[in-house]
């Protein structure tokens, strides 16, 4: 008899994502690179959890972060006290879990487990988490009446001190969370779980597993550096818009790199374009781009968004997971050649909409062209603003028609080779402006990045001295953004 693994109901959850992902975790938890993105996503969770809490004021906290063993004496008492439990945590057979919520029902000995998630929908994955639960609580001898899954309603509107649940004057509720009774979908699962669980020792007690194609579901594998680490520079998934069935297809004949695929074989032209110019090694920018940007009018605005999410919304009148502004930054260029620079960043800690709007208006101007990269996300955060902010909205709506965006104009006119498929601006900008690289870019270096500062620039525990650090990482992000749409319009336009 070999060794016998300890489990828990992440380990499980990895098993059940990809088997190659436990024993990684296990044998081989050195190569997860360092990932912030994880610690934006279990912030979002726990301020979640914290709120649904408030539904159980009676309710008793299992030190989470204390000893296992304090932890599951404690959770024994407050069984037998018949309160609700957060974070009750039991043992069984080897495998730990901890439930967000347990509540004693009215009558008899059972109780209903209430599992939390930022999420606005009920998903798969969160179904075989909450079988892992419910099985290994049975286990330990918790009998679990219900199992019921609360996840954020996208509907919700902040009223404002901090109150996530109220009954309007009309009678309909107003509530951050949605519940979902998924006993009847859940305990067909429970059969599994003890297959699950002998599996998982298998395979943490054998080699290596061969690799999936789960990577990016249900969740994006942190080992995806490790496993890929011997993919060809030019993967198929550099085509773009190609599906897993033509990869197969391609795979099954042979090719592992763009380079590798013959003519004559890709019908899509965008892939064929791509195909082509990386076996030729170097970019290509076609005609047509000249001609639509020296039509456009001056003075020319470049403009740029950083906004903002919230599972749990902070300010009144704001929903869920809204997308809300905080910053912008514009280039303006004139007919002489020359640019000037304007921005807009508040780190009050106050909605930061309505300033945004008023000074967006004034630095716009009533004329002239305003190009942006992707124009379905400034044209809905501007419109947005403009229902929100309704007398505004005049001033607000009339930027809209003047909005050009350079994403399509780019796609159908310039590839190169290092962008791999990818026309996001990060993906040109180092291949026309190299000088302009995000890489050179501090502490916020993308979207994600700026929304971490963002959320700590406002927290009231940051030291000034850090929030000053941050105010100016996230001008130089924002304000680079823009920079490179001027360098992108020039490249395009052949200047
Ligand atoms: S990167 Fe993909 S293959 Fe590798 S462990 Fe993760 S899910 Fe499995």
């Given at each position: 008899m070999g060794q016998r693994f300890g489990l828990s109901k992440s380990k499980l959850m990895a098993f059940w994502q990809c088997p190659r992902r436990l024993w990684l975790s296990v044998h081989r938890p050195d190569c997860?690179?360092?990932?912030?993105?994880?610690?934006?996503?279990?912030?979002?969770?726990?301020?979640?959890?914290?709120?649904?809490?408030?539904?159980?004021?009676?309710?008793?906290?299992?030190?989470?972060?204390?000893?296992?063993?304090?932890?599951?004496?404690?959770?024994?008492?407050?069984l037998a006290a018949r309160r609700p439990l957060f974070e009750a945590t039991v043992q069984q057979d080897g495998v730990l879990v901890r439930a967000d919520?347990?509540?004693?029902?009215?009558?008899?000995?059972?109780?209903?487990?209430?599992?939390?998630?930022?999420?606005?929908?009920?998903?798969?994955?969160?179904?075989?988490?909450?079988?892992?639960?419910?099985?290994?609580?049975?286990?330990?001898?918790?009998?679990?009446?219900?199992?019921?899954?609360?996840?954020?309603?996208?509907?919700?509107?902040?009223?404002?001190?901090?109150?996530?649940?109220?009954?309007?004057?009309?009678?309909?509720?107003?509530?951050?969370?949605?519940?979902?009774?998924?006993?009847?979908?859940?305990?067909?699962?429970?059969?599994?779980?003890?297959?699950?669980?002998?599996?998982?020792?298998?395979?943490?007690?054998?080699?290596?597993?061969?690799?999936t194609d789960s990577c990016d579901d249900p969740y994006?594998?942190?080992?995806?550096?490790?496993?890929?680490?011997?993919?060809?520079?030019?993967?198929?998934?550099?085509?773009?818009?190609?599906?897993?069935?033509?990869?197969?297809?391609?795979?099954?004949?042979?090719?592992t790199d763009v380079r590798d695929i013959p003519e004559g074989v890709l019908s899509n032209p965008t892939q064929e374009w791509v195909r082509q110019v990386t076996r030729a090694g170097r970019f290509d920018r076609r005609p047509g781009a000249r001609a639509a940007l020296r039509a456009l009018d001056y003075p020319r605005y470049y403009l740029d968004f950083e906004t903002i999410q919230f599972a749990v919304p902070i300010w009144r009148g704001t929903r869920p997971y809204e997308q809300l502004p905080f910053q912008w930054s514009c280039h303006r260029e004139e007919r002489s050649g020359t640019v000037s620079h304007t921005e807009f960043l508040d780190l009050s800690g106050a909605d930061p909409t309505r300033p945004f709007a008023l000074a967006l208006i004034e630095a716009l101007g009533a004329k002239g062209p305003i190009c942006v990269y992707n124009q379905g996300f400034e044209g809905r955060v501007i419109r947005e603003l403009a229902t929100r902010h309704a007398d505004l909205a005049a001033p607000l709506t009339a930027l809209l028609a003047r909005l050009v965006d350079l994403l399509p104009l780019t796609r159908a006119h310039y590839y190169h080779p290092a962008m791999k498929g990818s026309w996001s601006i990060k993906?040109?900008?180092?291949?026309?402006?190299?000088?302009?690289?995000?890489?050179?870019?501090?502490?916020?270096?993308?979207?994600?990045?700026?929304?971490?500062?963002?959320?700590?620039?406002?927290?009231?525990?940051?030291?000034?001295?850090?929030?000053?650090?941050?105010?100016?990482?996230?001008?130089?992000?924002?304000?680079?953004?823009?920079?490179?749409?001027?360098?992108?319009?020039?490249?395009?336009?052949?200047?």
């Open positions: 997860v690179p360092a990932d912030e993105t994880n610690d934006a996503v279990l912030a979002i969770g726990t301020d979640v959890g914290v709120v649904a809490r408030l539904g159980w004021p009676e309710g008793i906290l299992i030190a989470p972060d204390g000893p296992l063993e304090a932890a599951l004496s404690q959770t024994r008492a407050a919520i347990l509540v004693p029902r009215p009558r008899g000995k059972a109780f209903d487990l209430v599992e939390v998630k930022s999420s606005t929908s009920v998903k798969d994955y969160q179904l075989a988490d909450i079988a892992i639960q419910a099985q290994v609580f049975a286990g330990a001898g918790v009998s679990v009446k219900r199992r019921v899954l609360h996840y954020i309603n996208s509907a919700f509107i902040y009223p404002g001190d901090q109150c996530y649940r109220e009954i309007r004057p009309d009678g309909t509720e107003n509530s951050l969370f949605a519940a979902e009774d998924v006993t009847a979908v859940v305990q067909p699962l429970e059969a599994e779980v003890p297959g699950w669980i002998v599996e998982a020792r298998r395979t943490l007690a054998g080699a290596m597993p061969e690799m994006p594998c942190p080992y995806q550096a490790f496993c890929h680490a011997d993919a060809p520079e030019y993967p198929l998934s550099c085509l773009p818009r190609i599906g897993a069935g033509a990869i197969e297809v391609l795979s099954g004949a042979g090719y993906a040109v900008l180092p291949t026309i402006a190299p000088d302009l690289d995000y890489a050179g870019l501090a502490e916020v270096q993308d979207g994600g990045g700026a929304q971490e500062a963002y959320r700590e620039a406002i927290d009231p525990a940051t030291a000034p001295e850090r929030k000053k650090v941050l105010d100016e990482a996230l001008r130089r992000y924002c304000g680079r953004d823009t920079q490179a749409l001027v360098r992108l319009a020039s490249f395009l336009g052949g200047g």
